[in-house]
């Protein structure tokens, strides 16, 4: 792994995040993005992208943020960062909340094309609520702001001739980043999640990217198909809440 792989991830990550907060709110304290999105949205939080620490004003203004906007105060931190950081978080009442693995692919050696049609979705209502369908009840509204969002790329992949999965891509700082991926419960187990990961990884070598990446919960059937489509583990990502 390249070493300056995952402080790069972890940059792109932070200045991607900042889209979803343009409808609501977004802040930066040092190396933290800070969005509110609306309520209860799961990217109400900050993303650590820098490789310098934290200090107790940047943290204040993040916490002052987040009491502003009703939000748990919610940060996202790289493995390669976070043994710097836990002092001074633990002390705060921060407590780790959850574990992703980071997953990469450096776009030289891709996959065949996909073996199911994919296409982009240029209608994002249709896309967000036809992922929505695969992700379950109450997700319509991540979903749509998703697929909304500055710079998403969005897929359809079709099981004979039917709108079967979706996924989306965004390139940023030349790292593509991998998310929105769904499949409706009907389609799952006939190669959907495969062919999307295909079909992303060529438009990110088109794009120009130097690598791409995702983040799946260690152990999960998406954490299986990423990896038998060549990524990598790079690291994790850990998800910090204050108590209280």
């Avoid at 009907?186 to 999640?193: I, L, N, P, S």
């Avoid at 995702?214 to 990502?237: C, D, I, L, W, Y």
Wanted: aromatic share 6%; glycine share 12%.
């Amino acid at each position: 792994m390249k070493p300056d792989l995952l402080p790069r991830l972890a940059h792109a990550e932070a200045a991607a995040h900042a889209r979803y907060g343009e409808s609501g709110a977004v802040a930066h304290f040092g190396p933290l993005v800070a969005v509110h999105a609306g309520p209860d949205l799961p990217v109400n939080a900050a993303w650590h992208g820098g490789t310098e620490g934290l200090t107790e004003a940047e943290l204040d203004g993040f916490e002052a943020f987040c009491a502003q906007h009703g939000q748990p105060a919610t940060l996202h931190v790289l493995s390669h960062d976070a043994p710097a950081l836990l002092p001074t978080l633990r002390a705060r009442g921060y407590a780790l909340d959850y574990v992703l693995h980071a997953h990469t692919h450096d776009l030289t050696a891709l996959p065949p094309p996909p073996a199911l049609t994919v296409r982009e979705e240029p209608g994002a209502d249709f896309w967000a609520d036809l992922s929505a369908r695969g992700f379950g009840p109450g997700t319509g509204a991540i979903m749509r702001l998703v697929a909304h969002a500055a710079g998403t790329r969005r897929l359809v992949a079709e099981v004979n001739g039917q709108p079967a999965g979706t996924a989306a891509l965004g390139v940023t700082q030349g790292v593509a980043a991998f998310y929105g991926t769904s499949t409706r419960p009907e389609f799952r187990g006939r190669g959907v999640q495969t062919a999307l990961l295909a079909a992303r990884l060529h438009l990110a070598a088109e794009a120009g990217a130097d690598f791409s990446s995702v983040f799946v919960t260690p152990g999960s059937g998406s954490e299986r198909n990423v990896r038998r489509a060549g990524f990598q583990v790079a690291g994790g990502r850990l998800t910090f809440t204050r108590a209280g």
